[in-house]
């Protein structure tokens, strides 16, 4: 088992005296929790036996079989219910029907990772909808990129569950079976921000592209209508432009099914785009504004010349150099096409361009550092995992700012 499955922390509450009260508190002073539900069935008409409840630094694990309807009278009525705070749940229909039919709970403020993760899928896919929804352990792996051995405790709890579901009723319970659901709601409020980041992809890079419009035009072309001007602006016509190439790439590389969803779970064998590229086309940021992006078999000399096409991309500005139409052109990141030429060690071509560059006083930013924005982006699934240098500034996002209350 991972170490991280056998040193995960969790306490368990059984009785009211000394641990509920302080818990109750604890919770209640959280602006976001993730939120499970065990027992047989989890319907209206099922048993609840276990509720979970994880926060920023601990997992509650509440016996509802033993506490019973005093529970939630005792607080967690008030906590499901408020507002002002964010639940995060995987699938909440059945607990949203079950607590509401046993224990006249309405869960309020919801973010649901699946159905974040659908729309997500049907934003990166141009329009298309998945067949199916998507596992908890599926989601996990796919967004936090978790590889799936190391998420054995939620296969675990699913199979005790299938074989036996009288297991919900014993007591004590066995300490794989608690420790399995502590782990069902650990990943619920990073897979959360994962998405969040790759859901406003677009939109923050559209608000980016905003910003640099007249900053980066002559001042002789502007003009005082342009600012006031209620036409549809050239750079968001681009949201279409980029929903017709993504679907273009989702029906090459996915089954269509007589519904006319998107089998996910069973791709087209990958075929690779014109530019090197095995994923959709501009999936967190329109083509136009896509930083270029460089294969580690390039050289100093080849980075240099594509940073000229782009000056702004760096701090300095350059004498720009003839080039043939690039993929970047075509809609695609920009790679290099030196297949033919031997390799060269990525370190080596790393410090060439970083001396250039500090020659020059320009900022170089170090392959450890990437933006936080790239690394949360949606990326689809099957792409390639070589390395590549981002000719890109860090920016953050203000993440929590979403989702935290719908007053």
Same mark, same amino acid.
């Given at each position: #088992?991972?170490?991280?499955?056998?040193?995960? +922390?969790?306490?368990?509450?059984?009785?009211?005296?000394?641990?509920?009260?302080?818990?109750?508190?604890?919770?209640?002073?959280?602006?976001?929790?993730?939120?499970?539900?065990?027992?047989?069935?989890?319907?209206?008409?099922?048993?609840?036996?276990? #509720?979970?409840?994880?926060?920023?630094?601990?997992?509650?694990?509440?016996?509802?079989?033993?506490?019973?309807?005093?529970?939630? !009278?005792?607080?967690?009525?008030?906590?499901?219910?408020?507002?002002?705070?964010?639940?995060?749940?995987?699938?909440?229909?059945?607990?949203?029907?079950?607590?509401?039919?046993?224990?006249?709970?309405?869960?309020?403020?919801?973010?649901?990772t699946q159905v974040a993760d659908v729309m997500l899928f049907h934003m990166e896919m141009g329009g298309f909808l998945?067949?199916?929804?998507?596992?908890?352990?599926?989601?996990?792996?796919?967004?936090?990129?978790?590889?799936?051995?190391?998420?054995?405790?939620?296969?675990? !709890?699913?199979?005790?569950?299938?074989?036996?579901?009288?297991?919900?009723?014993?007591?004590?319970?066995?300490?794989?079976?608690?420790?399995? #659901?502590?782990?069902?709601?650990?990943?619920?409020?990073?897979?959360?921000?994962?998405?969040?980041?790759?859901? #406003?992809?677009?939109?923050?890079?559209?608000? +980016?592209?905003?910003?640099?419009?007249?900053?980066?035009?002559?001042?002789?072309?502007?003009?005082?209508?342009?600012?006031?001007?209620?036409?549809?602006?050239?750079?968001?016509?681009?949201?279409?432009?980029?929903?017709?190439?993504?679907?273009?790439?989702?029906?090459?590389?996915?089954?269509?099914?007589?519904?006319?969803?998107?089998?996910?779970?069973?791709?087209?064998?990958?075929?690779?785009?014109?530019?090197?590229?095995?994923?959709?086309?501009?999936?967190?940021?329109?083509?136009?504004?896509?930083?270029?992006?460089?294969?580690?078999?390039?050289?100093?000399?080849?980075?240099?010349?594509?940073?000229?096409? +782009?000056?702004?991309?760096?701090?300095?500005?350059?004498?720009?150099?003839?080039?043939?139409?690039?993929?970047?052109?075509?809609?695609?990141?920009?790679?290099? !096409?030196?297949?033919?030429?031997?390799?060269?060690?990525?370190?080596?071509?790393?410090?060439?361009?970083?001396?250039?560059?500090?020659?020059?006083?320009?900022?170089?930013?170090?392959?450890?550092?990437?933006?936080?924005?790239?690394?949360?982006?949606?990326?689809?699934?099957?792409?390639?995992?070589?390395?590549?240098?981002?000719?890109?500034?860090?920016?953050?996002?203000?993440?929590?700012?979403?989702?935290?209350?719908?007053?």
């Open positions: #088992m991972d170490d991280e499955e056998e040193n995960v +922390d969790f306490v368990v509450i059984d009785q009211f005296q000394e641990k509920f009260g302080p818990a109750i508190i604890h919770i209640q002073n959280q602006r976001v929790i993730g939120v499970g539900v065990d027992g047989v069935g989890i319907s209206q008409h099922e048993r609840v036996c276990w #509720m979970q409840i994880s926060t920023k630094n601990q997992i509650y694990l509440f016996d509802i079989l033993l506490l019973g309807a005093r529970a939630f !009278k005792n607080g967690l009525t008030r906590i499901l219910e408020d507002s002002n705070i964010l639940k995060v749940i995987h699938d909440c229909r059945g607990i949203s029907g079950c607590l509401y039919h046993q224990y006249a709970v309405n869960l309020a403020n919801i973010f649901d998945p067949e199916r929804v998507s596992t908890l352990e599926e989601c996990i792996i796919r967004h936090l990129k978790i590889a799936s051995f190391r998420l054995s405790s939620l296969k675990l !709890k699913a199979q005790l569950a299938e074989e036996n579901i009288e297991v919900w009723y014993v007591r004590p319970s066995p300490v794989s079976l608690l420790r399995a #659901m502590a782990l069902s709601v650990i990943h619920l409020q990073p897979l959360r921000l994962v998405l969040l980041d790759a859901l #406003m992809s677009d939109y923050t890079s559209l608000v +980016d592209t905003y910003l640099s419009v007249f900053r980066e035009e002559p001042v002789d072309i502007q003009t005082g209508s342009q600012n006031t001007s209620l036409e549809l602006p050239k750079e968001l016509q681009e949201l279409e432009f980029m929903q017709k190439q993504r679907r273009e790439w989702a029906l090459e590389h996915y089954k269509v099914n007589e519904d006319g969803l998107l089998v996910r779970s069973d791709p087209k064998p990958l075929k690779k785009s014109p530019g090197g590229s095995a994923q959709p086309l501009s999936v967190d940021r329109p083509q136009s504004h896509e930083p270029p992006v460089v294969e580690a078999d390039a050289d100093a000399e080849s980075i240099a010349s594509l940073a000229e096409k +782009d000056p702004t991309e760096i701090h300095k500005p350059m004498n720009q150099k003839k080039n043939e139409p690039s993929d970047q052109d075509q809609g695609f990141s920009c790679v290099s !096409k030196k297949a033919e030429q031997p390799e060269v060690e990525i370190s080596e071509a790393a410090d060439e361009f970083k001396g250039a560059t500090e020659a020059n006083g320009w900022d170089y930013v170090n392959l450890e550092q990437s933006s936080t924005h790239t690394l949360k982006s949606g990326i689809s699934e099957g792409s390639p995992k070589s390395k590549k240098i981002p000719v890109s500034c860090e920016r953050s996002t203000d993440r929590d700012a979403h989702f935290i209350s719908r007053r």
